[in-house]
């Protein structure tokens, strides 16, 4: 079974930190790009960083030097590490596998909520 199982989502403070897990099924996640996108209310997808195979990232300009996509392909684990949260960056967040560079592929998690907010 194909599965992508995202956690670690809540309620934090702007300026707080908050970090994302994805388990993969092996079978899309290893040699396969993964990323994670967002979408707030009202708000298309958009996204927010990708990662390639060997480890090679991409970050949209709006999460640049606060947040980091990491892979561990020995335990088929997607991770995103969120610092320095901005009210903005409220949004349910979600896993995806198979894409490319900037654009999303096939399989999504479902999701998991990210509130910033005093």
């Known amino acids: 079974q194909v599965q992508l199982v995202e956690s670690g989502g809540g309620l934090v403070q702007p300026g707080g930190s908050l970090r994302l897990s994805c388990a993969a099924s092996?079978?899309?996640?290893?040699?396969?790009?993964m990323g994670w996108y967002r979408q707030a209310p009202g708000k298309q997808r958009e996204m927010v960083a990708t990662?390639?195979?060997?480890?090679?990232?991409n970050y949209a300009d709006f999460v640049k030097g606060r947040f980091t996509i990491s892979r561990d392909n020995a335990k088929s684990t997607l991770y995103l590490q969120m610092n320095s949260l901005k009210p903005e960056d409220t949004a349910v967040y979600y896993c995806?596998?198979?894409?490319?560079?900037?654009?999303?592929?096939?399989?999504w998690g479902q999701g998991t909520q990210v509130t910033v907010s005093s």
């Open positions: 092996r079978s899309i996640f290893s040699g396969t790009a």
């Open positions: 990662i390639l195979s060997g480890g090679l990232a």
């Open positions: 995806n596998s198979g894409g490319t560079w900037n654009f999303p592929g096939a399989y």
